[in-house]
């Protein structure tokens, strides 16, 4: 795969592409707020209930925000045969699609993380709120 | 995607233009189906054998792993690019399965509900308990004794069942998992479990119990498939016994590890104090 260099402003169209989701269940992630990054992955936590992948993206000026990427438990992901060593990738530039939290600008849900030579974990449906938007039913 | 329609097509040309790739489909799976399910195996003693690490998907339908080359898709697996326009969003997803509450205790589960962010001890990496933690996802079974082990996003958990035909224990103090005694109905065990302590939910909900809680799953093995239903019992709280939907398990060779650590960070995120969808 020819990786492109994802632009701010390019970032900046799809982060502005705000839309009148449905309410999601998910109270830390807004499914509205999407993000397109390329950077270096520098750690994985392998913990549960969420496994973290800490990701280091340099603007076009150089300065680098690193970023903290939250996805499914590791059973899921030993599930499908991923694990720490192989997200972790080769220090190559990985481009990750997701969401953004509501609280913190760096910290999102990976809909997707693909590594240089193409290849791809998708660990989210695309619209990320999709299966998981269901709100409780109060008892009757 | 619930994107506006330019702001959508931006997304998926971005990433159309970034991805190049080979499609799963659900072909094989379809061929497997038609296939006759293998024999129960069963021991000496002439009862099923449930020995075995059983894949019941943590009870998470739209959870389906499929592998395309070097890529993996967890989740979301039919809106990889390019798949059949028909593949839709990924497997529904069923009515949340509840218990039903007497009406004087309907107005504490509601409150518990909207507190759930502060209340859930599941969100706190605290064992489940029962019936919440679900069915086994490994079982040792020797003459007169079982034992499930549960590989749980909260941790390893474990519980041994006698099967030997003795009773519960008289001196038992309440654990989350309580003390069970099994027997078998023909071809199905029959697990009884009581003392179990009132730190836990029986789902997301706010649905909390007694400590006079008492579960009685079934567990059914046909071929390759293990089917567990559970059914809990509370009439202090509940208008009637809960029975729990039943679900599948399949026998499956990736054995069960040790747990890593579980160590919330959503909790000082939560916005909203909405559900954490967890969806037991």
Redesign the interface.
């Known amino acids: 795969m020819n990786q492109r260099p994802i632009t701010a402003s390019l970032l900046l169209i799809l982060a502005s592409c705000a839309a009148k989701a449905h309410h999601s269940v998910w109270g830390v992630f807004d499914p509205a707020e999407k993000f397109l990054l390329t950077g270096i992955v520098t750690e994985v936590d392998w913990i549960n209930p969420h496994v973290y992948l800490h990701l280091d993206v340099t603007d076009e000026q150089g300065a680098v925000t690193s970023w903290r990427l939250e996805t499914v438990p590791t059973a899921f992901l030993r599930r499908g045969g991923i694990t720490q060593t192989m997200l972790m990738g080769d220090g190559e530039p990985v481009t990750v699609t997701g969401i953004v939290a509501r609280a913190d600008p760096h910290i999102g849900w990976v809909h997707r993380i693909t590594y240089a030579d193409g290849h791809f974990y998708q660990m989210a449906n695309e619209g990320l709120d999709e299966g998981a938007s269901q709100p409780s039913v109060p008892n009757p | 995607?619930?994107?506006?329609p330019a702001?959508?097509g931006?997304?998926a040309a971005?990433?159309a233009?970034?991805?190049?790739?080979p499609i799963a489909t659900a072909q094989a799976q379809t061929a497997a189906a038609t296939v006759a399910a293998p024999a129960t195996p069963r021991g000496v003693d002439g009862l099923p054998d449930l020995n075995g690490t059983w894949?019941n998907g943590?009870g998470i339908p739209?959870?389906r792993?499929?592998?395309v080359?070097?890529?993996?898709?967890?989740?979301?697996?039919e809106?990889?690019p390019q798949a059949s326009p028909a593949a839709g969003?990924?497997?529904?997803?069923p009515?949340?399965d509840?218990?039903?509450?007497r009406p004087e205790h309907?107005g504490k589960?509601?409150d518990l509900?909207a507190r759930?962010?502060q209340e859930d001890p599941v969100l706190r990496?605290e064992n489940p308990g029962l019936p919440r933690i679900g069915p086994p996802d490994k079982i040792v079974q020797i003459p007169g004794q079982v034992v499930f082990l549960y590989?749980d996003?909260?941790?390893n958990f474990f519980r041994i069942i006698p099967t030997d035909g003795r009773g519960h224990q008289a001196d038992f103090e309440a654990t989350f998992l309580g003390d069970a005694v099994g027997h078998w109905e023909e071809d199905t065990l029959v697990v009884e479990t009581v003392k179990l302590n009132d730190r836990t939910w029986l789902t997301?909900?706010?649905?909390f119990h007694t400590a006079d809680l008492r579960v009685v799953e079934r567990l059914t093995r046909t071929g390759d498939t293990l089917q567990w239903q559970a059914t809990a019992h509370d009439p202090a709280v509940l208008a009637e016994p809960w029975e729990m939907r039943p679900r599948t398990a399949r026998l499956t060779d990736?054995e069960i590890?040790e747990?890593?650590?579980?160590?919330?960070?959503?909790l000082?995120?939560?916005?909203?104090?909405?559900?954490?969808?967890n969806p037991r």
């Open positions: 995607m619930q994107g506006r702001c959508k931006i997304f971005v990433i233009a970034n991805l190049s790739l894949d943590a739209w959870v792993p499929q592998q080359g070097a890529s993996i898709c967890i989740v979301g697996c809106e990889i969003t990924g497997a529904a997803r009515p949340m509840r218990p039903r509450y309907i589960v509601q509900n759930q962010v990496c590989d996003v909260n941790g997301d909900d706010g649905s990736i590890v747990a890593p650590p579980c160590i919330d960070r959503d000082p995120l939560m916005q909203d104090g909405t559900s954490h969808d």
